[in-house]
């Protein structure tokens, strides 16, 4: 299986300011025959299920806000968030699924 | 609106089965696969398997193969979940959650609210 390895595990970022997150893949999940990276990103917040953000490495789900972006390729990927807001408090997951899919451990993002 | 209800918590004894349900609704319960997921209490995400609600087909984790079974009823649009040979590893919340079209089976965008299901004796 892919593992998947998400850092940092945690961070603390002041309201308006930038948070990165990322996530590295054992082995690449770029398929050349499409082009196309098998890497998602979900958010979860306390005591509710993931919610989906980004496939594809970098499509937001329709009704995700734009401060959240994915970005990268083969095994090397990033969630950024822009300009963080109280509500994006939550833990991050990515996920892979090139293959059976794989979660990373998760980052957790709170307010500095 | 599209939505996934499942079924409510179970207390298990070590070696007993679970069998989780996930009634669907707001879209068509056979164009989309279901995904399973699981997370033990303040853990990540578990990816257990998928089925095709329209064929049956299903797919699971090797970790879970020979104890996981995954079904469905098309005539109430709800897909089961079933573990068997519990242990007090398996205590967790189980996802039931939608997968996207196409080549986003995997990718899941609605998800049930999960059922905690807790090994015990």
């Known amino acids: 299986d892919i593992v998947m390895t998400q850092s940092p595990d945690s961070l603390a970022v002041s309201l308006g300011e930038r948070a990165t997150i990322n996530c590295e893949s054992s082995?690449?999940?770029?398929?050349?025959?499409?082009?196309?990276?098998?890497l998602a990103w979900y958010q979860q917040k306390p005591g509710q299920p993931p919610k989906l953000l980004i496939y594809?490495?970098?499509t937001r789900e329709s009704g995700v806000p734009d401060r959240f972006s994915g970005s990268g390729s083969g095994t090397d990927f990033t969630l950024t968030i822009s300009s963080l807001q109280a509500e994006d408090v939550a833990v991050y997951y990515c996920?892979?699924?090139?293959?059976?899919?794989?979660f990373g451990g998760g980052t957790k993002v709170e307010i500095k | 609106q599209v939505q996934l209800v499942q079924s409510g918590a179970e207390v298990k004894k070590p070696g007993a089965s679970v069998k989780v349900s996930c009634k669907a609704s707001?879209?068509?319960?056979?164009?989309?696969?279901i995904n399973w997921v699981r997370q033990a209490t303040g853990q990540g995400l578990e990816w257990m398997g998928w089925?095709?609600?329209?064929?049956?087909?299903?797919g699971y984790a090797q970790k879970f193969q020979g104890r996981v079974t995954m079904t469905r009823n098309t005539s109430i649009s709800t897909a089961y979940m079933e573990l068997s040979s519990l242990r007090s590893e398996d205590t967790a919340v189980y996802y039931c959650?939608?997968?996207?079209?196409?080549?986003?089976?995997?990718?899941?965008?609605?998800w049930g609210q999960g059922t905690l299901v807790t090994v015990s004796s």
């Open positions: 082995q690449s999940v770029f398929y050349s025959s499409n082009n196309k990276n098998y």
């Open positions: 707001g879209y068509t319960f056979t164009s989309y696969d």
């Open positions: 996920q892979q699924y090139y293959t059976p899919p794989t």
């Open positions: 594809w490495a970098s």
């Open positions: 089925m095709n609600p329209n064929s049956g087909n299903t």
């Open positions: 959650a939608r997968g996207k079209m196409d080549e986003l089976w995997r990718v899941s965008d609605y």
